[in-house]
C-alpha cells in the first residue's frame, strides 16, 4: 500500500526567506503525487502535482516540487516567503491501483513572521 | 466556473443522531469523493462514487453511507452518531474516476460537532 511521511509538523521561517517542506512516500509502482494547501475554516487548493514527465513541477504562487525517485521524495520549495504562505500543507500520492483517490500525509503548518 | 460547494457548512448534532451532508461537484464531474478530517487522524478517505456507482470505500464503519445521483451530486449519511465523528468533512470532485492522474478540486467542508 502507498503511504506519505511529512516531516516536521511545524516549520517556521521568516518573511524572504526560503521555504522547505519535506514529503517522502512509499510507492511499488511510480506514484501520482500532489500537493495541497489549507487555509483556516477552508477546504484544499491543489498547489501542483507530478504524474509523469519533467520532474521538477512548477505550482501556484511560486512553489514548485522536484520529484526524486532514488530518494522517494517530493518536497515542496518556495525562494522567499510571504506572510500569505502561512497554511497547513498537505503532501498526497495517487493509489491507482487501488483507485481509492487520495492517501494524505499528516500535514505541516507553516507559519511566516516578519 | 462554480467549485465544489457543500452544505451545510457547520452542524451540531447530539449522540445517537444522525446527519446527512450534500455535496456538489464542479459541473461536468462525474466522481465524488468524501474524506473525513480530524486533529488526530488527520485526512482520510471515506468513499468515492462514480457514475451513481461506490466505486472505493475506506476504512469507516457501516454507520457512515453515501450516495449519488444522476446529475452527480452526492450525499453522506452517518447514523448513530458518536461523538468521534466531530470533524470536518471534505467532498472533493474530478472528472475522471479517482486514482490516476486527474485533479481533486475540494469544497470548504462541513464542520460536524457531536456533543
Known amino acids: 500500500a502507498q503511504s506519505v511521511t511529512q516531516l516536521g509538523s511545524h516549520v517556521s521561517v521568516s518573511e524572504g526567506a526560503l521555504v522547505l517542506l519535506r514529503c517522502n512516500y512509499s510507492s511499488s509502482v511510480p506514484p501520482y503525487l500532489f500537493w495541497y494547501v489549507q487555509y483556516p475554516n477552508q477546504g484544499l487548493q491543489l498547489l501542483l502535482k507530478y504524474t509523469t514527465g519533467a520532474t521538477l513541477v512548477k505550482g501556484i504562487n511560486g512553489f514548485e516540487a522536484e520529484f526524486k525517485k532514488s530518494e522517494t521524495s517530493f518536497h515542496l520549495t518556495k525562494p522567499s516567503a510571504h506572510m500569505s504562505d502561512a497554511a497547513e500543507y498537505f503532501c498526497?500520492?495517487?493509489?491507482?491501483?487501488?483507485?481509492?483517490?487520495?492517501?494524505f500525509g499528516k500535514g505541516t503548518t507553516l507559519s511566516v513572521s516578519s | 466556473k462554480a467549485g465544489v460547494t457543500q452544505t451545510p457548512r457547520y452542524l451540531i448534532k447530539t449522540r445517537g443522531q444522525q446527519v446527512t451532508l450534500s455535496c456538489s461537484p464542479i459541473s461536468g464531474h462525474r466522481s465524488v469523493s468524501w474524506y473525513q478530517q480530524t486533529p488526530g487522524q488527520g485526512l482520510q478517505f471515506l468513499f468515492e462514487?462514480?457514475?451513481?456507482?461506490?466505486?472505493n470505500k475506506g476504512n469507516f464503519p457501516g454507520r457512515f453511507s453515501g450516495r449519488q445521483f444522476s446529475n452527480s451530486r452526492s450525499e453522506m449519511n452517518v447514523s448513530t452518531l458518536e461523538l468521534g465523528d466531530s470533524a470536518l468533512y471534505l467532498c472533493?470532485?474530478?472528472?475522471?474516476?479517482?486514482?490516476?492522474?486527474?485533479?481533486?478540486?475540494f469544497g470548504p467542508g462541513t464542520r460536524l460537532t457531536v456533543l
Open positions: 472533493a470532485s474530478s472528472l475522471l474516476a479517482a486514482g490516476g492522474t486527474d485533479t481533486q478540486y
Open positions: 498526497a500520492v495517487s493509489d491507482y491501483q487501488a483507485g481509492t483517490a487520495l492517501i
Open positions: 462514487y462514480f457514475s451513481e456507482t461506490q466505486r
